[in-house]
């Protein structure tokens, strides 16, 4: 168990669907970062929050949004879902910056959309 | 923008060989430079890191080697075994701070043969 959570493991949905990702950090991580693996693909960066804030905006799509709330556990929303979506979607949280001490990564949502 | 570089995307050795992966990463101001392993199905784990200010680390099997001048760095795993086979990815820190965050390579797929 890495200490970040990731709710919920698997998810099917269909397409135009809107679906919410949960992640929880390390307890006293303040930086949540997204990231998207489609199928042999590699880590695709979405998008960072630091202690409730955005900090960095990768190759998030606008149908996609996060937030970090104050107790600093995210989520991600996906709408009108299209078959592409369908992928491991990463939460990784770090202490304080992931340039000096890189960060821990949860297990994964599966999402297929069919 | 910033940039990671990483080759070869797959790679095949026999077991007990050595195997090495390479990384170029476009930001000098990158000062970090984690490695992860990724096993099928599951999340990236971190396994080594270097920072700038070092030329080369070690543990047991795995070294990394960083060279500023060039930007770029390896990973090389000796004696290989079996369970070494996996997707690695290499990262490069970008920005400090609250908005420090990383950058991968697209991953090599690490084949190791009985």
């Known amino acids: 168990d890495s200490g970040v959570t990731q709710t919920p493991k698997h998810l099917i949905t269909a397409t135009g669907q809107r679906v919410t990702l949960r992640c929880s950090p390390r307890s006293g991580d303040l930086s949540v970062y997204w990231y998207q693996q489609s199928l042999d693909q590699g880590l695709q960066f979405l998008i960072q929050y630091y202690n409730g804030e955005e900090r960095a905006k990768g190759n998030i799509l606008e149908r996609f949004s996060a937030q970090q709330f104050p107790d600093l556990h995210s989520e991600l929303n996906l709408s009108s879902l299209e078959l592409g979506d369908s992928a491991l979607y990463f939460c990784a949280s770090s202490a304080r910056s992931a340039g000096n001490y890189g960060y821990t990564f949860g297990s994964g949502t599966r999402l297929t959309v069919v | 923008g910033e940039n990671v570089e990483q080759h070869p995307s797959t790679l095949s050795v026999q077991e007990g060989d050595s195997a090495v992966i390479k990384c170029t990463y476009s930001d000098s101001a990158s000062n970090y430079f984690p490695w992860y392993k990724q096993e099928l199905g599951k999340r990236p784990q971190l396994i080594i890191d270097?920072?700038?200010?070092?030329g080369e680390k070690k543990d047991q099997r795995i070294a990394v080697t960083l060279n500023k001048t060039a930007k770029h760095f390896s990973l090389h795993i000796t004696e290989t075994q079996p369970e070494d086979s996996a997707v690695y990815f290499c990262a490069a820190s970008i920005g400090s701070g609250s908005q420090g965050n990383l950058i991968f390579g697209k991953g090599t797929k690490l084949s190791v043969k009985p």
């Open positions: 270097i920072r700038s200010n070092v």
